[in-house]
């Protein structure tokens, strides 16, 4: 207890003498830089009034020696100036001015009326450092700054009760509530402030987990694709010595070789993608480990959404056998693009093309156009399922673009309606010249 006690009261002095932030200018943040400037002029505008006005005020209507009244007034009155950064230093030293001065007119003859111990212009300055405290300080220290001023008032008033007029109880009452008012507003304003930054930040995590979450459907679909492929090798590594006669011994190695890593590398795959499909994550109950969809399966897709009611269109002629992740990935934008129409633009006469333009290999691609128009004036009784999106979609539709090296254009038309246009590669080189460079 010994050791414990003597440090609370340092602790405490401490806190209360702190500032609690930076010496940050009052409306440092404000876009005009006349907003900016305004602490700094009122600063210098009442300097200017109450230093001189103080100064006179000591020296003629108080009786003192006008060489200490101008000190004191340029003590009580010049550190308004630093309270637009520091205001706890800058009462510090206004009010340690005022009680050397209430000292020392007490070695002079007042005149009768004069306010005591504190004149009317060091009471201004006082409620206005009190205001710039309680926008910044905390609230122990803005009770103790009260605490302080009424017990200098009741100290001076018991030294000399027949001079100490009754001009220090609305210095006091006055102050209290500067105090408290500054003090909820600036709380107010902290907690306002913190709202908005939380809310910044739950986006942020809200758009990166649909991002994380878009990425991990596409690497389980992606492990169908390559799982696949994987598997074939497999197989015709591993029956490859059967299926050609006379193979040299050296050839026979290299093929168990192959089947061997890629059965190593089936199994890698499928160990990380059992971490992907953990309880918690999508897919965890086998529902996404079914044969995934192609463009052969959009006319399915317009059907149901038609079934809706979403009159849609669909252009497609007779493709060539696409890539699976281009294929799957056609697909999804398709049904991504879909279900926002429903969502946003019920009734919404809607158009789905789907093609390969292009001529050579190294330079075809899937072209995929899903353009919804206005609602007509006789679907307004559909309201939109969602008036604000949050953009979710998008990020899914552009993550799957990216995986295969292709182009996504979307936006609103100038009729009222949404375009949403992508372009996916169906060559390596294509998509080769078409990502960007990695560092």
Sequence with gaps: MSKIAPRFPRAFLREICTPAGPPTPY?????????????????????????????????????????????LAVAQHAPLLMAVRRPLLAWAIVFVADVVGAALLLTVDLPAGRPWPWPATESIGLLLLMLALALRERRLTLTAVWLLTALASLVFRSLDPEQATGTWVPLVAIGGVI????????????????????????????????????????????????????????????????????????????????????????????????????????????????PQPGVDRLPQLIEATVRTGLPVELTMPVLPALPQT????????????????????????????????????????????????????????????????????????????????????????PDGGFRVAARLPLSDATRAEQEPPTA
């Design 27 to 71: 409306l440092a943040h404000a876009r005009r830089p006349f907003v900016r400037r305004l602490p700094t002029l009122v600063a210098w505008l009442f300097t200017i009034i109450l230093l001189p006005t103080t100064a006179m005020g000591l020296s003629h209507d108080y009786g003192l020696n006008s060489d200490v009244a101008l000190a």
């Design 179 to 290: 105090l408290l008012v500054g003090g909820a507003l600036r709380e107010r304003g902290d907690a306002r402030r913190a709202l908005a930054e939380q809310e910044t930040i739950s986006e942020a995590e809200r758009a990166r987990r649909t991002l994380l979450e878009e990425r991990a459907r596409i690497a389980r679909e992606l492990h169908d694709v390559v799982a696949h492929h994987m598997s074939v090798i497999t197989v015709q590594a591993d029956s490859a010595p059967y299926r050609v006669a006379g193979l040299p011994d050296a050839a026979r190695e290299e093929f168990g070789a192959i089947a061997a890593t890629a059965r190593e590398s089936l199994t890698e795959m499928r160990r990380l993608l059992g971490v992907l499909r953990s309880e918690g994550s999508p897919g965890a109950d086998g529902s996404e480990r079914t």
């Design 326 to 413: 281009v294929d799957l990935s056609a697909y999804r934008i398709v049904q991504e693009a879909l279900s926002n129409v429903v969502r946003h633009a019920p009734g919404a006469p809607t158009r789905v093309s789907v093609s390969v333009n292009g001529t050579g290999a190294a330079g075809t691609a899937l072209t995929v156009l899903v353009v919804n128009s206005a609602a007509a004036a006789s679907d307004a009784p559909q309201r939109p399922l969602e008036t604000s999106g949050t953009g979710h979609g998008l990020v899914g539709m552009r993550e799957r673009v990216r995986l295969v090296g292709g182009t996504l254009d979307t936006g609103p038309l």
